[in-house]
């Protein structure tokens, strides 16, 4: 068997992101910071990034029930959620951010429940397509260094 196939198969997936809109080129950035000396850094990063966010979404979710709406407060968290998203390339996830912090401003309530329902829904694809991922790049070992996608 190719022994090369796990990796051509795990750089396809991984185009497949940028392909896709997933992720950006602070995804890259961090994937040039990894080295021998710390091999899962990019999995540790993302994997603290889903640990701590979950806390943000949990704030946003409480803050959106309560009436009336406190924009200032929602628009503090989702600016937390926005700069940790935009930390590891998570595109969607920052675009949605963004779309939220513009109803926020505007004092569109229906906007930001709308808008906070479809960054759950990229948040969550995007953390499944991610867990697959790091769990191929670990069955498929070692690899050359990260590249910039086409």
Do not use: W
């Amino acid at each position: 068997m190719d022994r090369n196939h796990p990796h051509r198969q795990l750089a396809l997936m991984r185009q497949s992101f940028f392909d896709q809109g997933y992720l950006d080129e602070q995804f890259i950035q961090l994937e040039e910071l990894q080295d021998d000396a710390n091999p899962n850094f990019v999995e540790e990063v993302v994997t603290s990034y889903y640990r701590d966010s979950a806390r943000l979404i949990l704030n946003i979710e409480q803050a959106l029930e309560k009436k009336p709406l406190d924009f200032n407060k929602l628009d503090g968290y989702m600016h937390q959620f926005k700069g940790s998203s935009s930390s590891i390339g998570a595109e969607k996830v920052k675009a949605e951010s963004t779309q939220f912090r513009e109803y926020c401003r505007a004092g569109n309530g229906e906007g930001c429940i709308r808008t906070f329902q479809q960054l759950k829904k990229e948040y969550t694809t995007l953390k499944k397509k991610l867990e697959a991922y790091f769990q191929l790049a670990r069955q498929a070992g070692p690899s050359e260094t990260a590249c910039r996608p086409k």
